[in-house]
């Protein structure tokens, strides 16, 4: 199927008032257009129609190509009667507006309807078929009523336009019974275009439903393509063959990825990844040293005698002891000194301490407003939180007694312990 942008240019001469063919000539090549455009558009879903009149005052574009059908028969019915056909001028708009096509890989076909006697010289024909040839157009011709005066012309105007036997030219007589359009489907300007033989397989005539043809088309095509499918073997012996290489090459490529991070994280670090390890190296210098040392001590023990061996065992558990003692005074400490912060930032605080500030008290009931400072009923409420005041005062001041005298105690029998663990 060829992909084209045709321009079917149209002969509306007085010349086609004639009936020579049923019923005019001018309705016999619009059914003739009507066949050439749904072929033209049927074969590829791509292809572009346009349509160009040559009669009346001037040659007029009445379309521009498009693959639109409805659009195209439409614009058939503008097309009025009037005047001669410029064939010449025609010629040359129809190949700028093929120039002009919205796809530049069409193919670019000019096919002109003569019903008229062409009244343009040979030059100026040749001229313009060598022009078409120049460009890469194909021009077909519908040669139909005045065949005999114009056969001349029109043959000559093929064989200068024909390039690899692109163009074609059909002359067709004024007979009686002849239907123009039939000489025109048997003949080689629709050759290209004639889709399979839809009407022998299916019944169905691709000019009159269009559409259920393309459809035929289409699912035939697919078919076709299953089958072909279905027909070629698949190569399982390369396939399986490649599939553990590129595993492989993914393996590798992890391994390299890997090694690139650990190394670039390494380098980001810096710094901080030598101070850890300076740190953990201590660390490991430490444990040992002290392995090393119970080793030494184990083995001294096992060559001293029990008493020697006793000896030891007391003067290690007297310095664990100690060791133990001094870590809960240090901690006791510690809980001192937080408990007397807490005690100086309570009783900086504290209400009692408020309470015999008097000049704040006064520079804060005179704020109140409504507030009398010399009320007997606000003096007596500041007297009952001062007595308040002093017995939580009091109270905690036995507490810390208490818990003074407790200490000192444990203190002394830690003290006495130790001194029983030396006599012995």
Do not use: W
């Amino acid at each position: 199927m060829v992909l084209e942008g045709t321009l079917i240019c149209i002969d509306n001469s007085e010349y086609m008032r004639n009936s020579d063919f049923s019923p005019t000539r001018f309705e016999a090549q619009l059914d003739s257009v009507n066949i050439i455009t749904g072929r033209k558009t049927n074969s590829n879903f791509e292809n572009t129609v346009g349509v160009l009149s040559m009669g009346g005052s001037q040659p007029k574009l009445v379309i521009a190509p498009t693959s639109d059908v409805g659009k195209i028969l439409a614009s058939l019915h503008e097309v009025q009667i009037a005047g001669d056909s410029d064939h010449v001028t025609s010629l040359y708009i129809a190949q700028l507006a093929l120039k002009h096509r919205m796809n530049r890989q069409q193919a670019q076909r000019i096919i002109m309807f003569v019903g008229s006697p062409v009244k343009a010289s040979s030059e100026d024909l040749l001229r313009v078929g060598n022009m078409l040839k120049k460009n890469n157009v194909a021009l077909d011709i519908v040669n139909f009523g005045e065949t005999d005066s114009n056969r001349e012309k029109l043959d000559a105007l093929i064989e200068t336009v024909n390039k690899n036997d692109n163009s074609h030219i059909v002359h067709i007589p004024p007979i009686s019974g002849v239907i123009l359009s039939d000489q025109i489907q048997g003949s080689l300007i629709l050759g290209d275009a004639n889709p399979s033989d839809f009407s022998n397989d299916f019944g169905v005539d691709p000019n009159i439903d269009p559409e259920l043809a393309l459809a035929l088309r289409l699912s035939l095509e697919e078919n076709a393509r299953r089958n072909d499918s279905q027909s070629t073997p698949k190569p399982q012996s390369s396939d399986s063959n490649e599939q553990p290489q590129e595993m492989e090459d993914d393996s590798e490529y992890d391994e390299e990825t890997r090694r690139a991070i650990e190394m670039s994280l390494a380098e980001f670090s810096g710094d901080d990844n030598s101070e850890t390890n300076d740190d953990e190296n201590q660390n490991q210098e430490q444990e040992q040293q002290q392995m090393q040392e119970e080793k030494q001590d184990q083995v001294n023990i096992s060559e001293l005698n029990e008493d020697e061996q006793m000896k030891l065992i007391l003067e290690r558990s007297i310095n664990e002891s100690q060791d133990k003692s001094n870590e809960e005074k240090d901690k006791e400490k510690q809980t001192e000194s937080n408990q007397n912060q807490d005690n100086q930032f309570d009783s900086a605080f504290d209400l009692g301490n408020v309470l015999q500030n008097q000049d704040l008290i006064d520079s804060v009931l005179l704020s109140l407003p409504g507030v009398n400072p010399n009320d007997d009923r606000i003096k007596s409420a500041l007297e009952s939180l001062k007595k308040d005041g002093d017995k939580k005062d009091d109270e905690k001041k036995e507490d810390d007694k208490k818990e003074d005298d407790e200490k000192k105690d444990d203190e002394k029998n830690n003290d006495n312990q130790d001194m029983e663990i030396e006599k012995k």
